[in-house]
């Protein structure tokens, strides 16, 4: 049977940088010694780093299970009421995240209440954002692939430079796709879309065709 330990710490006390392989805790904690301070950033109370995503719980608590053997498990829970997780692609907050991750890397990720997602596009600079009732992460074929699933009330808006008003949309559910590329893709269903495209400027008289 597979060993686990859980603990759970709230974003008050003395700074503690708890090491545990994809993740880094700065939360509630006893003296450290003096070897053990100096190399601690001191960053604020109630953040961490799990993989390549940055936690803030200062408005709430969280809680890690540490699997154990050749490919150990780590859960993390940040619990309301509003927690968030910020990377370079995307970020989600939310009163309730789950993590869940393997020494390669995150392996799913659920997001519930009401759930605000920031999703940005590396090549085009598009940003969507969207507030929906639950998200859930899983991850693609290559690190650099995964979706998130919209469920509940999605309401999105999305800005790009060649959108003269950012596009905004209603609908029960969709989608974000996260391509090798740095590229996103956008699918919502049943539902009703306002868009405005940059008009191209008109023609001065004379002008070539």
């Not at 053997?69 to 989600?92: C, E, F, N």
């Not at 650099?144 to 808006?157: F, Q």
């Not at 969709?174 to 405005?196: K, S, Y």
């Amino acid at each position: 049977m597979r060993n686990h330990l859980t603990k759970r710490r709230r974003s008050v006390g003395i700074a503690l940088t708890l090491s545990l392989g994809l993740l880094t805790l700065w939360t509630a904690g006893g003296a450290l010694p003096a070897t053990a301070r100096q190399q601690a950033a001191r960053p604020a109370i109630g953040r961490g780093q799990f993989g390549p995503f940055s936690l803030d719980y200062r408005n709430g608590t969280i809680e890690y299970t540490l699997g154990s053997g050749k490919s150990p498990q780590t859960t993390v829970t940040l619990q309301g009421p509003r927690v968030s997780i910020t990377s370079a692609r995307y970020d989600i907050s939310a009163p309730h995240i789950q993590l869940i991750g393997r020494p390669g890397g995150l392996v799913k990720g659920t997001a519930s209440g009401r759930v605000h997602v920031v999703a940005r596009d590396q090549e085009t600079g598009q940003v969507t954002t969207v507030d929906c009732d639950s998200a859930r992460y899983a991850v693609g074929a290559t690190p650099k692939t995964g979706r998130i699933d919209l469920e509940g009330n999605v309401v999105s808006k999305t800005t790009a430079p060649q959108l003269a008003q950012p596009l905004e949309s209603e609908s029960k559910s969709g989608f974000i796709e996260f391509q090798p590329d740095g590229r996103i893709r956008v699918v919502l269903a049943g539902g009703t879309m306002t868009v405005t495209p940059n008009e191209p400027a008109p023609r001065a008289k004379g002008s070539a065709q």
